[in-house]
């Protein structure tokens, strides 16, 4: 295991970073793409600020909620409620476009090569952009799915149709390019009662497939994609590969950051390229494979198109 001590910024100044990520992709094998908050926060999903005010106005106003993601650990008085405030944060998450090309973007540099993407994003929006998702492995879970939160069986559901009727009941109209709030309707804090959602099988409310305790779910879906995860590195064991880490910060180091530190350092072959604003770093174990640049995810990506 690689201690943080040991970790070392890049600051060799004779290497043009961008230019020498550039020559990896294009001459790489594989390439493997690990993927977390930092990717989805540079093409404009925003938590806090303009975007944040525009769909929770009314629930900043009422409970002073700083920010859209500590809103959704509020404990809401009724089920009403609480999904009413889930139904806009999945949808704008979830089924609206990125504000910004970036993996529009990041699908170009890699179409055409062997590629597979680890992610503990749950927005989904490596499909929207058009990546294959059979070379997708969303390992936290989809804000578009729905589990039973018991749960009693090991089964997800998709919530587009009804996230959909949520938001439309609160006074939003559902457009091609989002949910705007049409001029002079006032909003509602909660949906109807026959809304809510609730398993299919037992009756017990119904929650998001979102990783935060043992009660996460690991259906069939999520297996396949394990799987074919695994196929893939085995594939490439010893090859010439590119470990591409966007914005994964520290949360979950585990899942992407050490096994890509790991990988790179028992491969010769191998090279582990970091593209992360203020924590752009490499253990200095694999210093000299390894490609470090602290910027916005992307703006490296337009420079490397």
């Not at 295991?1 to 020559?23: Q, V």
């Not at 929006?125 to 059979?134: L, P, R, S, T, V």
Request: charged share 25%; hydrophobic share 30%; glycine share 10%.
């Amino acid at each position: 295991m690689f201690l943080k001590k040991s970790t070392m910024k890049s600051t060799n100044a004779c290497y043009d970073k961008i230019s020498r990520l550039k020559s990896e992709l294009d001459t790489a094998d594989a390439v493997i793409i690990g993927a977390g908050a930092g990717l989805s926060a540079s093409a404009g999903f925003t938590y806090t600020g303009e975007r944040f005010e525009k769909y929770f106005g009314d629930f900043i106003q009422k409970y002073g909620f700083r920010d859209m993601y500590s809103g959704g650990f509020y404990p809401f008085e009724s089920f009403e409620e609480h999904w009413a405030y889930w139904s806009r944060y999945i949808y704008i998450n979830r089924y609206q476009d990125a504000p910004r090309p970036v993996y529009d973007d990041l699908l170009s540099l890699v179409q055409g090569k062997d590629y597979f993407v680890l992610t503990t994003n749950v927005d989904h929006q490596f499909q929207k952009a058009g990546f294959d998702k059979k070379r997708i492995f969303y390992t936290q879970g989809d804000y578009g799915l729905w589990q039973c939160s018991k749960p009693c069986h090991q089964e997800t559901y998709d919530n587009e149709a009804a996230v959909c009727q949520m938001v439309e009941s609160q006074g939003f109209s559902v457009t091609g390019n989002g949910i705007e709030l049409p001029e002079g309707t006032d909003l509602k804090m909660c949906v109807s009662t026959e809304l809510v959602p609730r398993c299919p099988r037992c009756g017990r409310p119904m929650t998001m497939n979102l990783r935060c305790d043992d009660t996460f779910v690991q259906d069939d879906g999520w297996y396949g994609a394990a799987n074919r995860y695994e196929d893939f590195l085995c594939r490439h064991k010893g090859t010439k590969i590119l470990f591409l880490e966007l914005g994964v910060g520290g949360n979950t180091p585990g899942i992407i950051k050490y096994p890509f530190w790991q990988m790179t350092y028992q491969n010769p072959e191998a090279t582990y390229a970091c593209i992360n604003y203020g924590d752009a770093a490499a253990p200095r174990e694999i210093a000299e494979q390894s490609i470090c640049i602290d910027g916005d995810i992307g703006e490296a990506l337009k420079k490397l198109k």
